[in-house]
């Protein structure tokens, strides 16, 4: 009974790992092909005075965008070590008991 709520929960939290992971994919390739660095490279061609204002803001936001993916990322990669922890730590506390019922 209490394996079956482990299991239901580390599988519950798998399956929102992996919802969380093919979100995170999905924002790097929109960010890495948003534009934003294109359309600096073309107004640098056109290097007029007028434009720098706009260029800086266009690379601070899409800066802003690659920390806040950045920070996503160490947030996902710690959910997964707590998972990985909650899933050792359940295996070693299951084989001791089941060590002590045997003899």
Same mark, same amino acid.
């Given at each position: 009974?209490? /394996?079956?709520? &482990?299991?239901?929960?580390?599988?519950?939290?798998?399956?929102?790992? =992996? @919802?969380?992971?093919? /979100?995170?994919?999905?924002?790097?390739?929109?960010?890495?092909?948003?534009?934003?660095?294109?359309?600096?490279?073309?107004?640098?061609?056109?290097?007029? &005075?007028?434009?720098?204002?706009? =260029?800086?803001?266009?690379?601070?936001?899409?800066?802003?965008?690659? @920390?806040?993916?950045?920070?996503?990322?160490?947030?996902?990669?710690?959910?997964? &070590?707590?998972? =990985?922890?909650? =899933?050792?730590? @359940?295996?070693?506390?299951?084989?001791? &008991? /089941?060590?002590?019922?045997?003899?």
């Amino acid at each position: 009974k209490e /394996l079956a709520k &482990i299991d239901s929960f580390f599988s519950e939290k798998l399956a929102e790992a =992996q @919802n969380r992971y093919v /979100l995170l994919s999905h924002e790097v390739s929109l960010t890495k092909s948003g534009g934003t660095l294109r359309r600096v490279r073309q107004m640098r061609r056109r290097s007029s &005075i007028f434009h720098s204002g706009e =260029q800086h803001r266009l690379l601070s936001s899409h800066s802003r965008k690659l @920390n806040d993916l950045k920070l996503a990322f160490q947030e996902f990669y710690l959910f997964l &070590i707590l998972l =990985q922890n909650y =899933q050792s730590l @359940n295996f070693t506390g299951f084989r001791k &008991i /089941l060590k002590k019922h045997d003899k």
